[in-house]
């Protein structure tokens, strides 16, 4: 637990959020500024700063957040048209919140490629 990291308040309960899914290792919620009919967010319970921090010991954990997303996704309809999955790394990413998290994006056909 991060204290000053806003996505560990949300895992910790201290800010609510609209949850998709949840188990002991990974939280799915609604993003609060969708972008796209569905748009949705997985995210490690363990906080690692962003994908640059993905080593051979942590990352595990994102081929769990893969399956979970393919189990969500199919649970918001998206399974037969297909969706997105974004993650925003650092600067030139434009990652705004500092805890590894992967968006996904469907309801629409989605443009691409993003700017
Ligand atoms: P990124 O810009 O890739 O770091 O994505 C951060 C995402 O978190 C943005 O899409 C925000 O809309 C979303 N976000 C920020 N605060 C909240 C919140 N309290 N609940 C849900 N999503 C949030
Ligand atoms: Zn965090």
Not at 40 to 59: G, R, Y
Not at 73 to 87: D, S
């Amino acid at each position: 637990m991060h204290s000053d990291c806003l996505f560990c308040k949300i895992i910790a309960g201290e800010i609510p959020s609209a949850k998709l899914y949840e188990d002991d290792k990974v939280l799915v919620f609604k993003d609060i500024d969708p972008q796209a009919p569905v748009h949705f967010l997985a995210i490690p319970k363990e906080h690692i700063p962003s994908a640059n921090d993905i080593t051979e010991e942590n990352s595990a954990i994102v081929a769990y957040l893969f399956q979970v997303i393919a189990k969500v996704a199919a649970q918001e309809g998206l399974a037969e048209n297909g969706y997105r999955i974004v993650n925003n790394c650092g600067e030139d990413g434009q990652q705004t919140v500092k805890h590894l998290h992967f968006h996904v994006l469907g309801g629409r056909k989605l443009a691409w490629p993003p700017g």
